[in-house]
């Protein structure tokens, strides 16, 4: 296991060694993965959102990647898809998102509806672990990233990643572009 400098003050143990960190989609998906070198630690649920637990934990924001369920419409079908960005940027939701799942407008997944649909807690929903089928949006930053602070499926927990894992994953697609400095 790698010594995880984006960790903070928090201890890292193995992915696969703290399955109650989990959502369950999420233990499924790395029982598939080579998740040698995916870390987890435990946190305190309320300091889930992302500013409070960098804040918390001594992490650093540029190094927490943000994971958002977006949907969009196209002739009464609805369409899915994760987008990962950088928790000091947004993702570009009616611009890159929209073109790519061509639809005409797109907009974050109601919550009730994400975490219904992923299995996932919400400000816990990650990208591993997604339903099969939704294309996993990647900005490239995030694909470039050597450490990275995910969502683990619950509040009580969080992932430590590379960006090429992250890219790795079915159905991921790296793009340049998909996020935007926070203004």
């Known amino acids: 296991m790698r010594n995880w400098t984006v960790a903070g003050t928090l201890t890292v143990e193995p992915a ?17 993965l080579d998740d040698s070198d995916i870390g987890a630690v435990a946190i305190d649920p309320e300091l889930a959102d992302t ?7 001594s992490s650093q924001m540029s190094a927490s990647a943000n994971c958002v369920v977006v949907a969009g419409k196209r002739g009464g079908d609805v369409r899915y ?21 061509d639809v005409r407008k797109a ?21 591993i672990g997604l339903p099969a089928g939704w294309p996993i949006l ?39 572009g998909l996020a935007k400095p926070v203004e």
């Open 16 to 32: 696969a060694e703290r399955p109650d960190l989990l959502a369950e989609p999420v233990v499924k998906a790395l029982a598939t």
């Open 51 to 57: 500013a409070a637990f960098c804040e918390a934990y």
């Open 81 to 101: 898809a994760a987008a990962l960005v950088l928790a000091t940027t947004r993702a570009d939701v009616n611009g890159v998102i929209r073109r790519r799942l």
């Open 107 to 127: 907009s974050f997944a109601p919550m009730e509806e994400a975490v219904s649909l992923t299995g996932m807690e919400y400000g816990g929903i990650t990208p």
């Open 138 to 176: 990647v900005d490239m930053a995030v694909a470039d990233a050597e450490e990275l602070v995910i969502g683990s499926g619950v509040r009580g927990g969080k992932l430590l990643v590379t960006g090429a894992l992250l890219a790795s994953l079915p159905g991921a697609e790296v793009i340049e």
